[in-house]
């Protein structure tokens, strides 16, 4: 549905997306993550056309964006809805003109757009807020009133730019559980524009990191996580403090295994002692994922390696 080969973006001579290439599949949620600066705006507007590229090919529906017309982008943008983080409604309008704006710029009758608007102020929960305007709404009212306007014209995509880093923790999950909700009965494609790490954890499924304009980790959210690169530790906060005496192993529990006393048995079966260094579960679209690391003595690291691997635990030396 998305596909972004080698693709190069300067401002100036600022080269601001370097070499970034990425694959959103119909249906997918997919991240684009990393600290402000990392260019993470800029390559989502690359996808319907709002920012220009110097080299690099980006096709959405199997079409190059940097081939289209302007009346053509404008017919392909009818596919793509886009949400932002300051929303970006009309003051002077209520919800339901705003919402009703897309299909009255595309000619739609009167009983249409009633029956539209309507069907989607009731997905979003706002239908009795018809009349009210922006002023009136709380921030996490006024992204909704967004999300609905968005989809207005049945988008196969939406992309959202940062929409939830203005809104507080509650109000932020309220709004990716809304978004969750519309890719699973809609079966549309979303890309996720966020540094906000507890966003993509809970419903993105793939995801890259960013930095400088290039990619420097990529995949499935739960490998990103759960067996993260030294530059996605850093991104997270995260530093390993490790015994210098004994064996450190890493060890990495798949949805499967997450919720199994795997090493409380190992303990016992193997009759050995160990410490546990760090540990974290993590809930990854709704699936408990953990990640552990244990010290052992070196005399037991054969016959604990061999446990693990027996037992479909991912494991590394660290």
């Known amino acids: 549905m998305i596909k972004i080969q080698n693709l190069k973006k300067y401002y100036s001579k600022e080269l601001v997306i370097n070499d970034v290439s990425l694959e959103v599949k119909e249906g997918e949620i997919y991240a684009l993550v990393g600290h402000s600066g990392a260019g993470k705006s800029t390559l989502l507007r690359c996808i319907n056309g709002l920012e220009n590229y110097q080299s690099g090919s980006v096709q959405v529906f199997g079409k190059e964006i940097a081939t289209l017309k302007e009346k053509e982008l404008r017919v ?133 990191l960013l930095e400088h304009g290039q990619i420097i980790g990529q995949g499935k959210i739960e490998d990103l996580f759960l067996k993260p690169s030294e530059k996605m530790r850093e991104f997270l906060g995260e530093s390993d403090f490790l015994p210098q005496n004994g064996v450190n192993v890493r060890l990495y529990f798949c949805k499967e295994k997450a919720n199994q006393s795997i090493i409380t048995h190992m303990a016992r079966s193997l009759n050995i002692d160990f410490n546990i260094v760090w540990g974290k579960i993590e809930k990854l679209n709704n699936n408990a994922l953990g990640n552990l690391v244990i010290n052992i003595e070196a005399k037991d690291q054969e016959k604990v390696l061999k446990y693990l691997q027996e037992n479909g635990v991912i494991w590394e030396l660290v």
């Open 76 to 208: 392909f943008r009818k596919d793509i809805g886009m949400i932002f983080q300051h929303f970006a409604l009309m003051s002077r309008k209520n919800v339901f003109e705003n919402v009703a704006m897309p299909l009255e710029i595309h000619n739609f009758d009167k009983s249409t757009i009633q029956k539209r608007v309507n069907e989607l102020l009731d997905l979003v929960g706002l239908l009795t807020k018809s009349k009210a305007y922006p002023n009136e709404l709380s921030g996490g009212q006024k992204q909704r009133v967004a999300i609905a306007r968005a989809l207005a014209l049945n988008p196969k995509i939406l992309l959202s730019d940062e929409a939830t880093s203005a809104l507080d923790p509650n109000t932020t999950n309220n709004i990716l559980e809304l978004i969750a909700k519309i890719n699973q009965e809609f079966n549309i494609s979303v890309v996720l524009v966020t540094h906000e790490m507890e966003a993509v954890k809970q419903i993105a499924q793939k995801a890259v």
